[in-house]
Structures are given as C-alpha cells and as structure tokens.
C-alpha cells in the first residue's frame, strides 16, 4: 500500500487580482504609508491602529482575525483606486 500524497497543487495565476502575491506584511507597509497610522485608525477602526501601533503587532492580530484582514484587505484596493484616479 502506497501513502504517498499527491504534491500539492501550484497556486492558480490570478492576474487580476491585486493582492495575489502581496503578503499582509506589504499591504499594512503600504497603507500606513500612504494614511499615517492615525488616518488607517478612522478609517479602519482597531485598537492596533489606534493604541501604540506597529506593523508587527498589527500583522499578528490581522493574521488571527479574517474579518479585521478582509477590511484592511478591502481599505488597500480602494487606496489602489484612489491612486490612479489620481494620477
């Protein structure tokens, strides 16, 4: 008998999709640096953002809570859109 698993599969191009391949790590980087950690704390209201925030405490309370991540994720692509209107 054979236990062997298959090897998973590659993930799946998504050309479209403006986070694939972007880690958590790079979207928090990128939204404070373009808001200030006061204006990602009204626009995404968690005490990360507000109370003495950092990257790293932020990245490991996003990491635990997917519905916090969906709104940073969320905040990210309409900073995107925002951004090239812009310009």
């Known amino acids: ?4 698993k298959p090897a998973p599969a590659a993930p799946a191009e998504q050309p479209r999709n403006p986070l694939h ?15 200030g950690w006061d204006e990602l704390g009204r626009k995404v209201p968690l005490r990360c953002f507000t109370s003495d ?7 490991k309370f996003l990491r635990k809570t997917p519905w916090a ?6 905040l990210y692509l309409f900073m995107l859109r925002e951004i090239r209107r812009a310009s």
Do not use: N
């Open 1 to 4: 008998m054979d236990d062997t």
């Open 53 to 59: 925030p950092s990257i790293g405490s932020s990245l």
């Open 69 to 74: 991540r969906e709104k940073v994720e969320s």
């Open 21 to 35: 391949g972007l880690t958590l790590e790079a979207v928090v980087t990128a939204l404070v640096e373009h808001y």
